[in-house]
């Protein structure tokens, strides 16, 4: 009963993680760079790129030193715009539970070219952004990831809980929404 209670704690299991799409302007099209995950979660699903936080590193820290790892691009952390926070609630083949806190951010401004370490991302691409490779990501992130790219969200914040069962192959429930933005994050 003990290790079960354990395993329903999410504070003892919670990560903290970073999520981070470039954009771009082409011509008069708006498009975001993606790749496909090789390990963990969401393998060979489509996504920006990102990962967990460190001891003492803040979220926008997190991004920039992920963002360089997976991509090869390099951002400064005034350039990362802050567009929400998404909280994925996992579970592993034993059943016990896991969340991932995901701070996401949004960079139209970088250096470098764009270099994919085959053992994080592999098959970086740009996407129009009301083109996204949908079939081809996390059921999870078809939810949210079109959203941020429709409208002006200058004044809100997503926030959302995603619920999956079993090595993240099937969505149990979500809450996904935009609130008033209240501040930033570091």
Same mark, same amino acid.
């Given at each position: ?21 470039? $954009?771009?302007?082409?011509? #008069? &099209? @708006? =498009? ?5 995950? /090789? +390990?963990?979660? %969401? ?41 929400? $926070?998404?909280?994925?609630? #996992? &579970? @592993? =083949? ?5 969340? /991932? +806190?995901?701070? %996401? ?49 200058? =004044? ?31």
């Amino acid at each position: 009963m003990n290790e079960e209670r354990n395993n329903m704690d999410l504070t003892k299991n919670k990560i903290d993680a970073t999520l981070v799409f470039a $954009v771009k302007n082409d011509g #008069n &099209q @708006r =498009k975001v760079l993606l790749a496909q995950k /090789v +390990r963990k979660l %969401i393998v060979n699903c489509f996504n920006g790129f990102g990962g967990s936080l460190n001891k003492k590193e803040t979220p926008r820290v997190c991004a920039i030193r992920e963002l360089k790892a997976e991509s090869g691009l390099t951002a400064m952390k005034k350039d990362l715009e802050f567009v929400g $926070v998404v909280t994925f609630h #996992n &579970q @592993r =083949k034993d059943h016990s539970q896991f969340s /991932v +806190r995901v701070f %996401i951010f949004t960079l139209s401004k970088w250096r470098g070219k764009v270099k994919t370490k085959e053992d994080e991302m592999k098959n970086p691409k740009w996407f129009k952004t009301y083109r996204l490779p949908l079939k081809r990501m996390a059921p999870g992130d078809k939810l949210f990831v079109p959203q941020i790219f429709i409208g002006d969200h200058s =004044k809100e914040l997503l926030h959302g809980d995603i619920w999956y069962s079993r090595n993240q192959k099937k969505l149990l429930r979500y809450v996904v929404k935009w609130v008033a933005r209240t501040g930033d994050i570091n």
